[in-house]
């Protein structure tokens, strides 16, 4: 079955959706966000294909597009939509598909299901994306304490920010949990750049672990 990898993160704005848009284009394969929350500024599809370099068809359409920036639960309650976890079924494609989350983990879909409950039900390889920052050790290892409590398979860590050696160390230590690589923030960002930075901070052959 072709590889199929969901990118979730520690936590909002942390840089997924560049990683992803960075993935997406090493396996020159297709991006899906099922849920994406505010409108008004560049969506994370748009920003994937602009950075990707991605030919048109291989940005999937979102199931659901919210008006407000808030967690999806509740931009959906404004926008008067009631997210249903069953419409959130996996395409069947031709190619490699990264799927990238809404937040983090715990994130709620409605006031009954939680992003993760998806991922439980998928059980999809995941890359969890994480800060190199101050508090990243206790945000990423109680991310992974709840991805393996749902026996959601873990990829590796994919560290975002600048190397800080000793912290990305201690979570690896203490979680057992691969680092895949680490991209720092680029400036500019371009898809030249994006693409420079993880052809130099990852390995493909170590993202071995979607379907």
């Known amino acids: 079955m072709t590889k199929r990898i969901v990118i979730t993160g520690t936590d909002t704005g942390i840089g997924k959706t560049v990683f992803s848009a960075g993935l997406v284009g090493l396996l ?5 966000k099922p849920v994406q929350s505010g409108l008004d500024d560049e969506t994370d599809s748009e920003a994937v ?3 990707a370099g991605l030919p048109p068809g291989r940005v999937l359409p979102e ?7 808030l967690s999806p639960h509740r931009s959906a309650e404004i926008d008067g939509v009631a997210i249903e976890a069953a419409r959130l079924s996996l395409p069947v494609l031709p190619g490699p598909l990264v799927i990238e989350g809404a ?9 009954q299901t939680k992003f993760i409950d998806i991922f439980a039900q998928w059980r999809l390889p995941i890359i969890l994306c994480a800060r190199t920052a101050l508090g990243t050790i206790n945000h ?34 203490f979680s057992g949990v691969p680092q895949l690589g680490r991209l720092p923030l680029l400036d500019p960002l371009t898809s030249e750049t994006l693409r420079e930075a993880m052809v130099a901070g990852f390995d493909l052959a170590s993202i071995a672990g979607g379907e």
């Not at 304490?145 to 590796?156: C, D, K, V």
């Open 28 to 32: 020159d394969g297709f991006y899906w």
């Open 49 to 51: 294909a602009r950075l």
């Open 63 to 69: 199931v659901y597009r919210l008006s407000k920036p």
């Open 103 to 111: 937040g983090g983990l715990m994130v709620p879909l409605n006031r």
């Open 140 to 173: 990423t290892l109680l991310s992974i304490e709840a991805l393996r409590a749902r026996s959601i398979p873990i990829i590796g860590l994919a560290f975002i920010g600048e190397e800080v050696a000793d912290t990305q160390k201690t979570i690896v230590e």
